[in-house]
């Protein structure tokens, strides 16, 4: 990528980052045409490229941004700045909801990146995501205090299973169009108050 991409004012990175989420989210990486992208982000095409040299570069660097303003987000809300896990993740919804507001089809680029079946996406996407996610998760678990869960929780087991169902409904949320950052906040909330109930020790709910 061109580095002066980000000598631009930040409204109009902000404004190509988008257009290119909107674009590779609606079809799959083969059907997404740059000059499509461009139009979106109400620039040339030629311009386009003088930032990305490529297509695979552009997809690539929306990957990347996903986790880089994922991260962003989580810090700025204070995710990791508590041991009780059940606030942490309160406040990883905050951030997340923050980021649907200001890039709504992320999510939905995320999605169809995970499912994308080009074979060099493909290769690219999950060798990426097995290594962040890994990262993510002893940095995140590594700060929990176990204390507060049942004794018979299998806490791997547990985290797999929020992960599945924040996975199944963010695959609902995208073939039903844009996610709604207040519905997504109104019902995860009740989920994670659910969770709380099934896992934590009784004197602590």
């Known amino acids: 990528m061109n580095e002066k991409f980000y000598d631009l004012p930040k409204e109009k990175q902000i404004r190509i980052i988008n257009a290119g989420y909107r674009v590779f989210s609606r079809n799959t990486y083969k059907k997404s045409p740059m000059n499509e992208i461009a139009a979106e982000a109400g620039i040339s095409k030629s311009l386009l490229f003088f930032y990305f040299r490529n297509k695979m570069e552009l997809y690539m660097f929306l990957w990347e941004e996903v986790s880089r303003l994922t991260q962003a987000y989580l810090k700025e809300?204070?995710?990791?700045?508590t041991?009780?896990?059940f606030e942490m993740l309160k406040r990883g919804l905050d951030g997340k909801c923050r980021i649907i507001e200001s890039y709504p089809d992320l999510t939905a680029f995320t999605v169809r990146a995970f499912y994308e079946t080009e074979p060099e996406i493909y290769k690219a996407i999950h060798e990426d995501y097995e290594k962040k996610r890994g990262l993510y998760s002893a940095s995140a678990l590594g700060l929990i205090d176990p204390s507060i869960f049942r004794p018979e929780i299998d806490f791997?087991?547990?985290?797999?299973?929020?992960?599945?169902?924040?996975?199944?409904?963010m695959m609902d949320a995208h073939k039903n169009g844009r996610i709604d950052?207040?519905?997504?906040?109104?019902?995860f909330s009740k989920v994670i108050?659910?969770?709380?109930?099934?896992?934590?020790?009784?004197?602590?709910?």
């Open 77 to 81: 809300y204070g995710a990791y700045d």
């Open 181 to 187: 950052a207040d519905k997504l906040k109104e019902d």
């Open 193 to 205: 108050e659910l969770w709380k109930t099934a896992y934590c020790k009784g004197e602590l709910l």
């Open 156 to 169: 791997e087991t547990m985290v797999r299973e929020m992960y599945w169902a924040a996975e199944g409904y």
């Open 83 to 85: 041991p009780d896990f």
